[in-house]
């Protein structure tokens, strides 16, 4: 089964700063997609970013940026520019056809 | 991306009874997911709805606790049957693409309580 793993059940960056959450995830499969998802408290999941497997090069979404390096099965999400929106919890998550797998979750503060 | 409505947004249910939550998708999907969120927890996938069959459910939820009911390409419904406090946590439901990006999105969720 595939799983996926967040290490850090919390983190803390300094307003402006850059913070970097971390995710692996365990699969058999070359082709899969892989997204970040923020939960912002008693607020709706929205996906931050995606990566598909099969390309090289790392998404980015304007402050937001990921690591993905597939031979390690790691996927990190680089917030640069943190602001005080960004506090939520962040979700990793694989998903190959119909499943879906999601991290534990990385609840993110940022102090101003 | 799609704009997923779901009733009730919370409610709180005296032990043994039942709630249907339903889900409203703006759009025509395939797959529909409904998963369960402790508090600060991360989701686990209850079971997947794809309309004209029967729901697949994961392992650890049964359709006689769980019945899910998929009318059409733009609703559906959980029922919690039999309720216990175990079962206080948020129910959501999401919808996902599949083909192109694969990405899935996700309604309000449903804030349930059962004393």
């Known amino acids: 089964a595939q799983t996926v793993t967040q290490s850090q059940p919390e983190m803390s960056v300094q307003e402006a700063e850059t913070v970097t959450l971390s995710c692996t995830y365990d699969t058999s499969e070359s082709d899969y997609y892989l997204f970040w998802y923020k939960q912002p408290p008693s607020r709706q999941m929205i996906l931050v970013i995606r990566?598909?497997?099969?390309?090289?090069q790392n998404a980015t979404e304007n402050r937001f940026s990921v690591n993905f390096q597939k031979a390690a099965k790691s996927f990190s999400l680089k917030i640069s520019d943190s602001q005080l929106g960004d506090a939520a919890m962040y979700f990793c998550a694989y998903r190959r056809a119909n499943d879906m797998r999601f991290g534990a979750g990385t609840r993110l503060t940022v102090k101003p | 991306s799609a704009v997923i409505s779901q009733k009730p947004s919370r409610d709180i249910c005296q032990r043994g009874t039942s709630l249907t939550i339903q889900c409203q998708v703006d759009?025509?999907?395939?797959?529909m997911f409904w998963y369960r969120q402790q508090p600060g927890q991360s989701l686990t996938l209850i079971a997947t709805?794809?309309?004209?069959?029967?729901?697949?459910?994961e392992s650890g939820f049964v359709i006689d606790k769980f019945p899910i009911s998929r009318p059409n390409l733009t609703f559906s419904t959980l029922t919690v049957s039999n309720m216990s406090p175990e079962d206080s946590s948020i129910y959501l439901c999401s919808v996902g693409r599949d083909r192109g990006t694969y990405e899935q999105f996700f309604g309000p969720g449903t804030r349930l309580t059962v004393l």
């Open positions: 759009s025509q999907v395939t797959m």
């Open positions: 990566q598909e497997a099969y390309k090289q």
């Open positions: 709805a794809n309309q004209g069959s029967e729901a697949t459910y």
